[in-house]
């Protein structure tokens, strides 16, 4: 098997479900993975340091859809289809966790792509803040504010709709209260 083919066999998938949390479409992201390995086709031997090639291939990836979201007229604010999120959603043994997580990612891909990116790679594609600084291409700092605020949003549009909260969860009133919900 040549280097290449390692290379998309490695990757191609968590590139793919990065595509998907910032396209929101399956056909859109795999045209952006494809042309993420026609690129490294074109110039990874450019890469001095191949243990940077992970990076370099999210950096890319996300550069395209930055570039092809220039270059529509108008950027699709379509919510992820049930297919979609079964796409990348891990299969999970608890009914509840896995509607739960379900739930979450319908509203990561409701949030903007300025903190659906981050949140994508933090959680989804398990990147350090370091890494996701380089593919971004923005400071260490913006991206911890941005993984922040970007959880607080997905915790308030959690809670706005109880019935989507786990069943055995136990949640804090403002008035300091405890209240078992279930």
């Known amino acids: 098997m040549s280097e290449f083919e390692e290379l998309v066999d490695a990757h191609y998938q968590a590139l793919f479900r990065f595509g998907m949390s910032l396209a929101r479409d399956a056909a859109t992201a795999s045209d952006l993975v494809q042309e993420t390995f026609c690129i490294w086709a074109a110039k990874g031997d450019q890469l001095r340091d191949r243990s940077k090639a992970k990076t370099w291939l999210f950096t890319t990836l996300h550069r395209e859809f930055l570039n092809l979201r220039r270059r529509a007229s108008r950027f699709s604010d379509e919510p992820l289809d049930e297919a979609a999120a079964e796409a ?9 966790r ?12 409701a949030l903007d792509e300025t903190y659906r990116a981050p949140l994508a790679l933090f959680y989804l594609q398990q990147h350090s803040y370091k890494d996701i600084a380089e593919i971004l291409d923005v400071p260490i700092g913006t991206v911890m504010s941005r993984l922040s605020r970007g959880k607080e949003m997905l915790r308030r549009k959690m809670m706005v709709e109880p019935s989507s909260a786990p069943k055995n969860i136990l949640q804090i009133q403002n008035g300091g209260s405890i209240q078992h919900h279930g």
């Not at 990348?88 to 509840?96: E, G, H, I, K, L």
């Not at 896995?98 to 891909?109: N, S």
Request: aromatic share 0%.
């Open 88 to 96: 990348v959603t891990a299969p999970q043994d608890d009914a509840d």
């Open 98 to 109: 896995q509607m739960d997580g379900q739930r979450a990612l319908e509203l990561l891909g």
